[in-house]
């Protein structure tokens, strides 16, 4: 069973904040915990996102994306590598879910998850575990 996590959700596995235990269980609960390739990126803003707001330290992002690129490395994240048809399929969960507010990356992520037929989905946005939910996906929302 292939459970898919996305950057809301993981970023929780490498900042503490509200639920952080609750998804780090949930992880380790998993051998098959995958993602897409755009959470490289999306981890890496998020990070300095919260550092520019003030949020975290300069040594926190820097600790923070440290760990997530060794587990990364070390194969405790799958990385969907992703492919044209994971945006064409992106671009035709705007028409499938005409009344969510799906962001580009949302639509990503979903895709990426129903192409490696992911069973769960976890998030911590409350509009992607919507959309998640409307797509069948057995949805851990930690928000």
């Not at 499938?96 to 992911?118: I, K």
Request: aromatic residues 8%.
């Amino acid at each position: 069973m292939i459970a898919y996590i996305d950057t809301s959700a993981l970023a929780k596995c490498y900042i503490r904040e509200p639920h952080s235990l609750d998804v780090l269980d949930w992880a380790e609960q998993r051998e098959d915990a995958t993602t897409a390739a755009l959470t490289l990126v999306e981890f890496r803003c998020l990070l300095a996102r919260r550092r520019r707001a003030g949020h975290i330290d300069p040594s926190l992002e820097r600790r923070a994306l440290a760990e997530f690129d060794n587990h990364v490395r070390g194969g405790a994240w799958h990385i969907h590598q992703g492919s044209f048809g994971d945006y064409a399929s992106a671009r035709d969960l705007i028409d499938v879910l005409p009344a969510l507010p799906l962001r580009t990356l949302d639509a990503l992520h979903l895709a990426a998850a129903r192409t490696v037929s992911a069973i769960e989905f976890a998030t911590s946005d409350k509009v992607q575990a919507e959309a998640a939910r409307a797509l069948g996906f057995n949805v851990f929302e930690f928000s």
